[in-house]
């Protein structure tokens, strides 16, 4: 798929005011209660999970909502459901965000604490189960004993102890079990990521190595083969698969001829076993499996350019939606239905219920 951003035709793009009666501007409390329709940036950016960004771009340009899919991380997405961030957006300017991860603790909009995870009106929308996988290149897959790596040892290439002490990080294939010796070229997710979030959560980890290089959307400090257009996922994707050396963790959608994503604790990232997530039983999950969201804040109208990408998945176009997700290799949460993830379509089946 071509690596680009979607947006709509400048003759179509409206730049949107919030008034009340008699041409008056409304109030912020005003402007909170719901009643008002929520102002994307000048040119309908729309940001949240790199993890997704494909996704939603096809999903976007299927449902002709007129989004410019940005990416840029989960924390991004997050920042423009609430309280802005940074230079991407100006306070809160979404009501949908793709991410990675779940809600966490923050700013509300309005600048008020969350209560726990959840700021007011926020629902965690799951829309499909993903790995986060450690990629390697072809030849290391075939050459680890299993074709796998522990925990124990993941840790240890990317954050040592779990502090990034020198002492404990591993720099070596030697000491990861590979036949032939070689320094490790080690690859990571911003600290924007809600893919860095789940692996550092899910490992231990604090503080990287010193010799974890980061990745960057669209980047161009990102090393060769990487361009400019690249996501960072992407970039993973193409520098595990260049480097017998290199070792890098990213959704499923970094998979690409001549990388492959080792076994972790013996445990393959497929979808039995990713799905093992929600089960009843989780025996037998691997290891570093996570659920992906569609967040929203139902508190907050919705601008037409994301009402129109919320009709077409949960309206409309579910089932052509989760076959997006499918192809880009992400995994379902059932083969019963689309976007069996529990809740309502997956609505409110994580942390946060809409309340």
């Keep these: 798929m071509n690596k680009m951003k979607w947006a709509m035709s400048a003759a179509v793009v409206v730049t949107m005011s919030v008034v009340g009666c008699g041409g008056e501007s409304m109030s912020t409390e005003q402007q909170q209660l719901g009643s008002v329709v929520q102002n994307l940036g000048p040119n309908n950016e729309f940001y949240g ?26 924390s991004v997405g997050e920042g423009c459901l609430r309280n802005g961030s940074g230079t991407s957006c100006i306070g809160r300017q979404q009501t ?37 996988n ?22 240890k290439a990317f954050c040592g102890d779990g502090s990034g002490s020198a002492s404990t990080c591993v720099s070596n294939w030697s000491a990861l079990g590979r036949p032939t010796a070689g ?31 980061v990745i960057n959307d669209e980047s161009a400090s990102n090393p060769s083969p990487c361009t400019t257009s690249d996501s960072a996922t992407t970039c993973i994707g193409k520098l595990t698969a260049a480097n017998a050396n290199a070792i890098g963790y990213a959704g499923d959608s970094a998979r690409r001829t001549g990388n492959a ?12 076993n990713v799905r ?12 570093l ?13 919705k601008a037409s350019q994301e009402q129109a990408l919320y009709d077409w998945v949960y309206s409309t176009n579910t089932q052509d939606f989760e076959d997006l997700l499918v192809q880009q290799g992400f995994i379902s949460c059932s083969d019963v239905s689309p976007l069996d993830c529990g809740g309502d379509l997956g609505r409110g089946a994580g942390v946060c219920k809409g309340l």
């Design 49 to 74: 999970s790199d993890t997704l960004k494909e996704a939603l771009i096809a999903a976007n340009v299927q449902s002709v909502a007129g989004l410019t899919i940005e990416g840029k991380g989960s």
């Design 261 to 272: 994503a080792l076994k972790v604790d013996g445990i393959a990232p497929t979808a039995a």
């Design 183 to 213: 320094t490790i070229a080690k690859y990571r997710r911003d600290d924007l990521s809600g893919t860095t979030d789940t692996f550092k959560s899910l490992l231990g980890c604090t503080t990287f190595c010193a010799d974890v290089v």
């Design 134 to 155: 450690a990629f390697v290149s072809s030849s290391t897959y075939s050459a680890l004993v299993g074709n796998s790596i522990s925990t124990a040892n993941l840790k």
């Design 289 to 301: 499996s996570r659920k992906l969201f569609l967040n929203e804040n139902v508190n907050y109208a």
């Design 276 to 287: 093992k997530l929600i089960a009843s039983n989780t025996t037998g999950v691997y290891p």
């Design 96 to 132: 949908l965000a793709p991410m990675s991860r779940d809600f966490k603790a923050g700013t509300c909009a309005g600048g008020t604490a969350s209560s726990g995870a959840c700021c007011p009106g926020e629902s965690s929308n799951v829309i499909a189960l993903d790995a986060v």
